[in-house]
């Protein structure tokens, strides 16, 4: 998967606020109980992300899909970790995006939070940069460090691709008991050297995938049009316009292959025309050429019940970790699904034990908050691939010789994009 550095800068925002009411404006902002936190013994406590979806129930509380991820490793590393709760039910964020979202963690008194700092950074490594051939996630991570006299010290918020995050926190952690200010202009070196660094073997290989896909179709167009064959060939031409935008959308860098989809888009203008024609009195735009300049794409957002597949409890109740792998796992259906391959067909015997079984949640009930228009989708291909023009916009693109003849919704437009486009 494509990460567009270019347009995904990470940045650092930091408050250091050390009144009091931060730690009450901290808590309402979040939709979390103040008195809680003021509760809280020393050690680190995992907080919701309550404002991450636009409707929260009140009987409610969101958490990141990797909380119990996060929450263990810090346990194993010594820390004293618990997830926030107030009664409500925890309930997993489900979003189909590239960006992933860590839980907050809040640090309150006298902990090592240049150790946690590492753990997460080394977590982070783990699960995102290490054997990855393309590094396509997006994190945003927040902390607050309060002291025993409940006064914020510093609220962080860090965002960018994963290992730029993981660098800068590998920088804070070595460097905690300075002056974090100090640390901003190096770490925005850090940032830049890698993202100037993310690998994109990955997006090559889908993207060379759908231009040899497209290739092939030219062939077969030219054989059709060399056969007298013209509506056919048409269609296959245009068709190859579509992998090749495909090809763009896995890697929008590549200039070769927007010129390559302006090269063929010329041909297929003066072989057969290009018109737009308006359809129950508007004016749809499909042509991948033209679709080629829109940037970003969709994805989902919402919160569900996520049931663990080792034990089939609430994910964010069991002691099982997703991604963890267990011995001795005996096999069952939770909702027809098999909980050592995650598949609903397979030839897992119910009732046997398995060993090295990987944890997983299952998503027994879903409610869809959002569908949003985000910069960097999960799946690059979740794109545009239709808009329409108003009555100002194709008048603004209209030569003066022809605007006194248009007649919005009945006038077919003759469109020469390709032969003027500058890409």
């Not at 992300?49 to 990797?66: A, R, T, W």
């Not at 089939?312 to 391959?341: F, L, P, Q």
């Not at 003066?400 to 032969?419: A, Q, R, S, V």
Request: aromatic letters at 8%; glycine letters at 6%; hydrophobic letters at 35%.
């Amino acid at each position: 998967m494509q990460n567009n550095n270019k347009n995904n800068i990470s940045h650092i925002r930091i408050s250091n606020d050390s009144s009091i009411n931060n730690l009450e404006d901290f808590a309402k902002n979040n939709d979390i109980d103040v008195s809680l936190l003021r509760e809280t013994k020393p050690g680190v406590l995992v907080l919701p992300n309550n404002k991450l979806l636009g409707n929260l129930p009140e009987n409610k509380n969101y958490f990141s899909q990797v909380t119990k991820n996060v929450t263990n490793v810090l346990k194993k590393g010594g820390l004293n970790v618990k997830i926030y709760e107030d009664g409500r039910e925890k309930t997993e964020i489900i979003l189909k995006s590239a960006d992933i979202f860590l839980p907050t963690l809040f640090f309150f008194g006298s902990i090592p939070i240049g150790l946690a700092l590492n753990i997460l950074a080394n977590w982070i490594y783990d699960k995102f940069i290490k054997d990855k051939k393309i590094i396509s996630n997006s994190l945003k991570f927040e902390y607050l460090e309060v002291k025993d006299n409940y006064k914020v010290i510093k609220n962080v918020k860090i965002e960018g691709p994963a290992n730029v995050v993981y660098k800068i926190l590998k920088e804070d952690s070595n460097n905690y008991n300075n002056n974090i200010e100090k640390q901003i202009d190096k770490n925005e070196k850090v940032r830049n050297i890698a993202q100037n660094n993310c690998l994109k073997d990955y997006s090559d290989e889908q993207a060379e995938k759908a231009i040899k896909e497209a290739k092939t179709l030219l062939i077969k167009a030219k054989d059709k049009l060399k056969n007298n064959l013209k509506i056919d060939a048409e269609k296959i031409y245009r068709d190859s316009l579509v992998k090749i935008r495909e090809a763009i959308l896995w890697n929008p860098e590549n200039d070769n292959y927007r010129e390559f989809l302006h090269k063929i888009g010329i041909q297929i203008h003066d072989l057969f025309d290009c018109k737009i024609e308006p359809n129950q009195g508007q004016y749809s735009i499909t042509c991948p050429v033209m679709l080629s300049h829109l940037k970003g794409g969709f994805s989902i957002g919402g919160y569900g019940t996520t049931i663990c597949s080792i034990c089939g409890d609430n994910i964010m109740n069991c002691e099982h970790t997703k991604g963890d792998a267990y011995s001795g796992i005996v096999a069952k259906r939770h909702h027809g699904i098999c909980n050592i391959c995650g598949k609903k067909v397979c030839k897992h015997q119910e009732g046997k034990e398995y060993n090295n079984v990987m944890a997983f949640g299952i998503i027994t009930n879903m409610t869809l908050d959002h569908i949003s228009y985000v910069e960097n989708p999960a799946n690059p291909l979740c794109a545009i691939e239709m808009y329409t023009l108003s009555k100002s916009d194709i008048l603004g693109l209209l030569p003066e010789t022809e605007k006194d003849f248009f007649i919005y919704g009945e006038t077919i437009i003759n469109c020469h994009h390709c032969k003027i486009c500058k890409k």
